[in-house]
């Protein structure tokens, strides 16, 4: 079992639509959840992070953790085309030394929003 | 504006060959990493370096080395490409202490026939 699950899809939306990104883990050490999005030929951006339990907004972002569950969620509101692209779920744990920094990824799932 | 720049966008090498892909970042970060996206896989760890000559593997090393000696600089080795090694390949770098966020280059294509 992958330590981090999301649906590949694809995602495929009308504009305007809410659209609902989630992913699931495995190991109850992460701590930091990150949503990172990534356009066509171009690597991966930070998109929205938030630290353990909760909800966060960012515009038309929303990102919650249900840390109970080991699920995490990014909502779009009023989708654009704009935001077609490949979102990905990355977390980690709270541990230093050398593991410092490393992310675990899920797959990615690929939105496309069409007007 | 942090800038990660690698070394080709794409490349096409022969199975048996030794491939050098080179990672450049601007904005004297501690840690580097390089990771292969391939689809319904997502992006997998291959090693990473938190220091001039330090590395770690991370969760798929078997056919790859790398190399730090200077710190803007990390550079990843497929000693024999063979053709499972055909993937996309990022290079990432963040501050040492850095919670959450990894800058990454645009990838290099790579294509072992």
């Known amino acids: 079992q992958k330590e981090v699950e999301q649906d590949p899809g694809p995602l495929s939306v009308p504009e305007g639509a809410i659209v609902s990104l989630n992913c699931t883990y495995s190991?109850?050490?992460?701590?930091?959840f990150m949503w990172y999005r990534q356009y066509s030929r171009k690597g991966p951006e930070l998109l929205m992070y938030?630290?353990?339990?909760g909800n966060k907004e960012d515009g038309r972002f929303t990102a919650q953790v249900d840390k109970s569950s080991k699920y995490i969620s990014l909502f779009i509101r009023d989708s654009q085309p704009s935001d077609s692209a490949t979102y990905l779920c990355?977390?980690?744990?709270?541990?230093?030394?050398?593991?410092?920094?490393?992310?675990?990824f899920g797959q990615g799932t690929i939105l496309t929003v069409h007007p | 504006d942090v800038k990660v720049t690698q070394s080709s966008r794409y490349l096409v090498k022969r199975t048996g060959e030794k491939v050098f892909l080179e990672c450049v970042q601007d904005?004297?970060?501690?840690?580097m990493f390089w990771y292969r996206q391939d689809p319904g896989l997502g992006l997998r760890l291959i090693y990473f370096?938190?220091?001039?000559?330090?590395?770690e593997k991370g969760d798929i090393p078997e056919g790859y080395s790398v190399s730090r000696e200077k710190k803007e600089r990390f550079s990843l080795i497929l000693e024999s490409a063979s053709t499972n090694q055909t993937s996309m390949y990022l290079c990432?770098?963040?501050?040492?202490?850095?919670?959450?966020?990894?800058?990454f280059g645009p990838g290099t294509r790579l294509t072992v026939t």
């Open positions: 990432a770098s963040s501050l040492y202490g850095g919670l959450y966020e990894q800058y």
């Open positions: 190991n109850s050490a992460f701590q930091y």
């Open positions: 938030t630290y353990s339990s």
């Open positions: 990355a977390m980690r744990d709270n541990a230093g030394g050398t593991s410092y920094g490393k992310l675990t």
């Open positions: 904005m004297d970060h501690e840690n």
């Open positions: 370096s938190y220091d001039v000559k330090m590395k």
